[in-house]
């Protein structure tokens, strides 16, 4: 699940990067985020695995917040993600272990 992070977190900091600033015609820069409204993003930790993640609601019971992941650990009878994604959550899993 770490590697899956870690490559969600490397293509955030590209599209941040592609899209912070570009240029017009004129060779000015523009700011994309100058007419967006910027959300507060919060940040919780799992209680069960203590992966932190982001959210861009507060919490009322940050307590008792976990991952998708903590939660079909949990409720395995809850678990209805088709197979292909089981698969490949399990190899990531083993991958990592290695």
Do not use: W
Request: glycine share 2%.
């Amino acid at each position: 699940m770490q590697v899956y992070a870690q490559f969600i977190k490397m293509q955030l900091e590209l599209n941040l990067k592609m899209t912070s600033l570009i240029k017009t015609n004129e060779g000015q820069k523009m700011s994309f985020h100058a007419r967006k409204k910027m959300k507060k993003i919060y940040k919780y930790d799992c209680t069960i695995t203590g992966e932190s993640f982001k959210t861009t609601e507060e919490a009322p019971r940050p307590d008792e917040l976990m991952t998708v992941q903590a939660f079909y650990q949990m409720h395995p009878e809850k678990d209805d993600r088709p197979a292909e994604i089981k698969l490949k959550i399990k190899n990531l899993e083993e991958e990592i272990k290695l």
